[in-house]
């Protein structure tokens, strides 16, 4: 597909094989892309995910460590759901795990 000037350039058609859907499919059921470790190690939630979630400033979220390499945040009051959800997601977690190892 040529872009025309002044089009914006779209690769809808073809996303990435191994990157989870994104967007507003159901309410917690998105994937909102990365976030970078600052030098203070702070980490910037991405704006869509913190407005769908309903996250404010000031509102506590417990850290979790999953092995040496990763990290998951949820608020205080949702953790059974998200436990629910990972459980209920771990084919599609680890069919992405999958694809970036080869």
Do not use: W
Not at 49 to 66: N, Y
Not at 67 to 80: P, R, W
């Amino acid at each position: 597909m040529t872009k025309k000037s002044g089009e914006p350039h779209s690769n809808a058609s073809s996303p990435k094989d191994n990157q989870l859907p994104t967007g507003r499919a159901q309410r917690g059921e998105q994937f909102y892309g990365t976030a970078t470790i600052g030098e203070k190690g702070q980490v910037v939630i991405p704006s869509e995910a913190r407005e769908a979630m309903g996250l404010q400033k000031g509102d506590k979220l417990l850290v979790f460590g999953m092995g040496c390499d990763m990290v998951a945040l949820s608020k205080l009051s949702k953790v059974e759901q998200f436990a629910s959800h990972l459980s209920n997601r771990l084919d599609a977690i680890r069919e992405v795990i999958k694809k970036t190892k080869s």
